[in-house]
């Protein structure tokens, strides 16, 4: 409870008119801080989506995250290993880096779901 309630006293402190940290800007804050961005990032990119390819996307990538065992401390250590190999992304969004982590950690999401029964065709 204690954790949560740092890391929600973090997000408070973020500047209100930032909604999107660029990755060196990230990358300056402390451990707890860009463990604690990530896991909101994160959370924003699988359970918000508008399509059922959307969810199916975000099934994927979530259920690859499960099963790495990644928690926001680990996962923004790797984010940060990962990045400092990604000059061509350290001018874009925190966000930008993960899409690119996750798809080569865990390979890119190819959708079917227009072969499934009951989803269009």
Known sequence: MLRIAFSMGLLISFPANSYYFSYQSW???SED?????IAGA?????FYYDTDEGHDTNEYYRSCVER?????TQFA????????????????TVQAMILEY?????GR????SW???????
């Not at 801080?33 to 961005?37: L, T, W």
């Not at 994160?42 to 699988?46: N, T």
């Open 109 to 112: 999401y190819k959708a079917t």
């Open 68 to 72: 790495l065992h990644l928690k926001p």
């Open 27 to 29: 990358l300056a804050q």
């Open 77 to 92: 250590t790797e984010l940060s290993d990962f990045g400092s190999s990604q000059p061509h992304l350290y001018a874009g």
């Open 42 to 46: 994160f959370d924003s990119f699988v």
């Open 102 to 106: 996750l798809v080569k950690t865990c």
């Open 33 to 37: 801080a860009r463990a604690a961005y």
């Open 115 to 121: 072969e499934k029964p009951g989803r269009g065709g």
